[in-house]
């Protein structure tokens, strides 16, 4: 049963307000490859875990259009770029991604000239691998000839969306290859599913991981991705077909609690709760346009149950795994600690969100 719109309203405040008060405690020490210090949980840093924080946001304000959130969101961007942008790279793009969206939303002419520049950046500065793949270098590593799940939605979507609204067609071919590329080596014909990487040098898939939140980003990339931007009907057709792949396997190894484990097909790795709200909001947003097998809307509120049970009452998602390397073995994915995040915080938000339109068509229809 779908939970009333009145608690998801207020699960999704307390959400804001949980993600708003992260903060780095010093626990982990992840130098960048200048010798700054890395932040990879602090709300007011910039870098990728914030970046898809600033995405639920985005997405939660474009559906309640809250003028408080909205100044909350503006804020951040202004305080970030004030104090100056970070080097270009996978991660540091993914702010880019919610901005790109604030400014289709908004037509504010502050927020075009960064955009534009970091555009033209991602697709001239960025190396390339074979194929022309954009290698998932990051702020503490070089990652060269190595393709990840997490691109996709870290720099694809945001050439997407911005290539879309700025009319800038090669942005949007360029995501399009990228999502063809990147399905043609990490994708799984077996299963459906997606493995975590693949490497060029010595053309392999590490550890071949079936890793539940890289799976999710896929589900949500894909389905965002055809709602962003205007995608070539045979690409379309074409991921769609991939995603209904994956998400076919997906209904078969949901856990009976609702949630999905680190490694989807292992049991005895924990559940795991970021994955798990990205599978909601995929599966019922797949729903909801009409796309994907049969029960993918049950499946999804299932996952919306224990996502809520999940939420603590500062608004801190539990259970959910901090930043994943690639790793090389599959006990390393079994071994990544539990640590609240920003993107934790915004799959949930999305899940949520997702949630209110089928409450919203439910009450409609009534």
Request: with cysteine; charged share 20%; glycine share 10%.
């Amino acid at each position: 049963m779908t939970p009333q719109a009145s608690v998801l309203k207020e699960r999704l405040d307390r959400l804001v307000q949980g993600m708003t008060k992260l903060s780095h405690d010093g626990r982990y020490n992840e130098p960048n490859l200048d010798g700054t210090a890395g932040d990879y949980i602090s709300f007011n840093s910039w870098e990728w875990p914030q970046g898809i924080g600033l995405y639920g946001l985005v997405r939660l304000w474009m559906f309640n259009r809250d003028p408080g959130l909205k100044a909350l969101i503006e804020n951040w961007f202004d305080g970030r770029i004030a104090a100056g942008l970070p080097k270009l790279n996978i991660n540091t793009t993914a702010p880019m991604l919610p901005l790109s969206l604030l400014w289709r939303e908004t037509g504010e002419e502050r927020w075009r000239g960064e955009l534009d520049k970091w555009a033209d950046r991602v697709l001239s500065e960025m190396p390339r691998t074979p194929e022309g793949g954009i290698p998932h270098i990051v702020s503490d590593k070089i990652n060269d000839s190595e393709l990840w799940d997490d691109t996709l939605v870290m720099v694809g979507l945001f050439l997407a969306s911005y290539g879309q609204t700025s009319g800038r067609r090669e942005l949007v071919d360029e995501a399009c290859h990228q999502f063809l590329l990147h399905t043609r080596y990490l994708a799984d014909t077996k299963t459906g599913l997606w493995f975590h990487g693949w490497t060029f040098d010595g053309r392999h898939n590490f550890a071949r991981a079936l890793w539940g939140r890289g799976n999710s980003w896929i589900t949500v990339g894909i389905l965002d991705l055809i709602e962003i931007a205007d995608i070539p009907a045979p690409i379309r057709t074409f991921l769609l077909g991939v995603l209904e792949a994956q998400i076919d396997t997906l209904l078969k190894l949901q856990a009976p609690s609702g949630a999905w484990h680190t490694l989807l097909d292992d049991p005895t790795s924990y559940e795991e709760i970021s994955a798990t709200a990205g599978f909601g909001y995929g599966l019922m947003k797949a729903a909801r346009l009409g796309i994907g097998p049969k029960g993918c809307r049950e499946a999804g509120l299932k996952a919306l149950s224990v996502v809520l049970a999940n939420i603590d009452d500062n608004g801190t998602v539990a259970n959910v795994s901090y930043g994943t390397r690639m790793g090389h073995d599959l006990q390393f994915y079994k071994d990544i600690p539990i640590e609240p995040t920003g993107y934790g915080q915004a799959l949930a938000i999305l899940c949520l969100t997702e949630a209110l339109s089928h409450v919203d068509q439910k009450e409609a229809a009534a």
